[in-house]
């Protein structure tokens, strides 16, 4: 199984700022994925981190409030842009492989103030 | 519109009881379904696949029924101890033809179990 993480593990910053959280897979996954966790509720998905090019995002994320980045095969980093505390989540990366079941990361708690 | 619906928010159990976690699902036909825990400020851990073919799956305490026909999960905790407190996860691949995508997570039930 992979073995996902994540930093920083949790932050706190100020409105108007921008946090970028990396992920690091300790073995080749085909799949990355970034994730969205409010207090109490499900996982939400961000985006598809695309090797190489630009992510694919779902409905209700934007790449210039999320951008994202997948330099290689083990690797993504994640930006929330211009904070607000909307923003205060658990941040989630996510990978698979060839296999359907999905690892995840330890989560980045932020608290936008 | 697709939903993946788990019974309740919370549920509460004596420990030694059987816990059962239910997971509806409308609007997807999907190839198999997972389940996973999740503990307080921690990621989801994968515990369990049924596939669309599997009536019933078993792993030590745990067993997963699949009924595509009632488009309905059951998932069994039994001799449940209070170390298995956490909120599960269902999940499935949204797509029918289960090819490697994202999957979809239900709300999630958190259960406690009580000594």
Redesign the interface.
């Known amino acids: 199984s992979a073995v996902i993480s994540q930093k920083p593990s949790r932050d706190i910053c100020q409105r108007g700022t921008s946090l970028t959280i990396q992920c690091q897979v300790d073995s080749q996954v085909t799949m990355m994925f970034w994730y969205r966790q409010q207090p109490g509720q499900s996982l939400t998905l961000i985006a598809t981190a695309n090797q190489g090019s630009e992510a694919t995002y779902e409905s209700g994320f934007v790449i210039d409030k999320f951008p994202i980045s997948r330099p290689n095969l083990t690797f993504s980093t994640l930006t929330v842009s211009n904070m607000s505390p909307e923003d205060s989540s658990i941040y989630l990366c996510s990978g698979k492989g060839v296999s359907e079941t999905q690892y995840f990361g330890p989560g980045t708690r932020l608290l936008v103030l | 519109s697709q939903k993946i619906e788990q019974n309740s928010e919370a549920l509460n159990i004596q420990e030694g009881k059987t816990a059962t976690l239910t997971c509806n699902y409308t609007n997807y036909s999907p190839a198999?379904l997972?389940w996973y825990r999740q503990d307080p400020?921690?990621?989801?851990?994968?515990l369990l696949?049924i596939r669309e073919n599997e009536k019933e799956k078993r792993k030590e305490r745990l067993k997963v029924t699949f009924d595509t026909t009632l488009k309905q999960s059951l998932f069994h905790i039994t001799a449940s101890q209070p170390a298995d407190s956490a909120t599960y996860?269902c999940?499935l691949?949204p797509l029918s033809s289960?090819s490697?995508?994202?999957?979809?997570?239900?709300?999630?039930t958190q259960l406690t179990v009580l000594p």
């Open positions: 198999y997972q400020g921690r990621g989801p851990v994968f696949l996860l999940a691949d289960g490697a995508r994202q999957l979809t997570f239900g709300s999630g």
